[in-house]
T-cell receptor, first 116, second 115 residues
Framework: NAGVTQTPKFQVLKTGQSMTLQCAQDMNHEYMSWYRQDPGMGLRLIHYSVGAGITDQGEVPNGYNVSRSTTEDFPLRLLSAAPSQTSVYFCASSHLGGDRGAYEQYFGPGTRLTVT | GNSVTQMEGPVTLSEEAFLTINCTYT??????LFWYVQYPGEGLQLLLKATKADDKGSNKGFEATYRKETTSFHLEKGSVQVSDSAVYFCALRSYSGAGSYQLTFGKGTKLSVIP
């Protein structure tokens, strides 16, 4: 298993450009999510999905769009990049189910995005 | 809403020293609690977890006990190594209905271990 893969690893954008960060998992996980990591802020949830065709907003969704057409893929779109979106982005996935959400989240290696 | 508070870093220790990183939480219901570790340039990895009160999670010499009465999940290790240098995140996961889970992270504590 490759686990959770993310592309690209690094990206530089100019203000106003759009792009898509790719995320894929091969563990048949129902739940997928995107986080951004900023210094001193920990990880903040952007969007998440509990299955194909179902997405919902997290804590900081503005300026980002997601879709989930397959179980495996969960791309994150930046509609019009802004310097405030400079961050490291992590995709994660896990099984859903009972036991009070005890399933481990598996994280991708991250995409480091700089917006100038 | 849910929240996780962990001690501010950075923390610098000598090799073989005792480590404690404090973590307290606020949550509705009965969350599961986690410690994740992030090594430089990498994503987060699960270090240990506990799913109910008085559970003790352990891995690689690290331990944490789910204390419902004090809403705490402090991370401890008896003798740290240089290879333990990383950022440690405390997190909770709670069921928010309709098959949806919410994972809430603390801000992270950077640990540096010097030989």
């Amino acid at each position: 298993n490759a686990g959770v893969t993310q592309t690209p690893k690094f990206q530089v954008l100019k203000t106003g450009q759009s792009m898509t960060l790719q995320c894929a998992q091969d563990m048949n996980h129902e739940y997928m999510s995107w986080y951004r990591q900023d210094p001193g802020m920990g990880l903040r949830l952007i969007h998440y999905s509990v299955g194909a065709g179902i997405t919902d907003q997290g804590e900081v969704p503005n300026g980002y769009n997601v879709s989930r057409s397959t179980t495996e893929d969960f791309p994150l779109r930046l509609l019009s990049a802004a310097p405030s979106q400079t961050s490291v982005y992590f995709c994660a996935s896990s099984h859903l189910g009972g036991d009070r959400g005890a399933y481990e989240q598996y994280f991708g290696p991250g995409t480091r995005l700089t917006v100038t | 809403g849910n929240s996780v508070t962990q001690m501010e870093g950075p923390v610098t220790l000598s090799e073989e020293a005792f480590l404690t990183i404090n973590c307290t939480y606020t949550a509705t219901g009965y969350p599961s609690l986690f410690w994740y570790v992030q090594y430089p340039g990498e994503g987060l990895q699960l270090l240990l977890k506990a799913t109910k009160a008085d559970d003790k999670g352990s891995n690689k010499g690290f331990e944490a006990t789910y204390r419902k009465e004090t809403t705490s999940f402090h991370l401890e290790k008896g003798s740290v190594q240089v290879s333990d240098s990383a950022v440690y995140f405390c997190a909770l996961r709670s069921y928010s209905g309709a098959g949806s889970y919410q994972l809430t992270f603390g801000k992270g504590t950077k640990l540096s271990v010097i030989p």
